[in-house]
């Protein structure tokens, strides 16, 4: 069985550093691309940042670009998004999906399509 499971979200104070986790379990994603997505209450869920399966390539949303970093360690068979400067408006539950697909440009990851396996989410919550 396929499973992806984030872990580090929490309540944190705005400025203050989170680091997420995404372990993997089922299959050996290091072949994949790794993607985080978010969904804030109210709204639709909206690409985080992307990581291409050898970890060279990164693609960022322009409202996390310079405070987040996506980083991997395919022998953990994990993926990590590491979030500073946090704002009260990334407040939502943080969600991994891993992608069979290889696509030569890293904006088509911004898009949940290409992503074929997801974790359940863990909440982030930012307070003013």
Partial sequence: QVRLIESGGALVQAGG???LSCAASG???SSDAMGWFRQAPGKEREFVAAISWNGIRTYYADSV????TISR???KNTVYLQMNS???EDTAVYYCA???GYYS???YYAHQVSFDYWG???QVTVSS
Avoid: I, V, W
Wanted: no cysteine.
């Fill in 86 to 88: 946090l704002k009260p």
């Fill in 17 to 19: 550093s989170l680091r």
């Fill in 73 to 75: 360690d395919n022998a």
């Fill in 98 to 100: 891993a992608s069979r």
């Fill in 65 to 68: 670009k310079g405070r987040f």
């Fill in 120 to 122: 359940q989410g863990t």
């Fill in 27 to 29: 299959r050996t994603f």
């Fill in 105 to 107: 440009e890293m904006h």
